[in-house]
């Protein structure tokens, strides 16, 4: 939230956007990402833009697509990464409790090091304690640019573990035919427009649309 109490941040105007264009009057609130599922569970709120997730799809819609995100590994400039079994042979940087994929997650053969933020792995990877970070290639994109870091990495070497897909969701007991598809179709209006990406721009730099494609 800004001075003004207003809600600021890429979801908090990707939702105002879709308001404005599908005519359905979305309310936003500001929540703990934990808090999220038991809200919706119990009805206090009806929905928003999530990754989507197996084990939490039960009593949700997935009423749209907003954007696929890839998950990555991002060495250290002169760290050349061709393919998975060179990530075993660096020191990688992530933070607690992220899952990037489950082969990955899982390796033993991995040299992972789990801090409490991105500040502290770019920290680690300027100073050469790790030689690689982990993570989201929006979040990464941002926090390096945010760090003052994008010299120390070659955006272009990165190494692609997978990919999320992030949507915007409704509970079942929010869903009707009509508002979905007014929902639906917004997006895909905004997408074709570029509304979104330049709502991404705003935030990230346009150094995200190099790093996620």
Known sequence: MDESKKLRGVHAEYLRAIAKDSGVCIKSRLFPYPRIWGSIKKGGHDGGIIFKSASRSTNIEYVALIRTVKTIVIPAKGKVVDNYNDLKTLKIGKTKGTHLSKIFDNDPELQLEEVTNYAQAIKMLKSGRIDAVAGSALVLSY???????????????????????????????????????????????????????????????????????
Do not use: C, P, T
């Not at 390096?144 to 897909?165: C, T, Y």
């Open 143 to 213: 926090q390096f640019n945010k760090h003052d870091a994008l010299d120390a990495v070659d955006l272009s070497n990165r190494f692609i573990l997978g990919e999320k897909e992030q949507w915007l969701q409704l509970a079942e007991h929010a869903i009707s035919e009509d508002v979905s598809k007014a929902l639906k179709d917004s997006v895909e209006r905004l997408k074709h427009r570029g509304v979104l990406d330049a709502i991404m721009d705003k935030y990230y730099g346009k150094q995200w649309r190099k790093i996620n494609n």
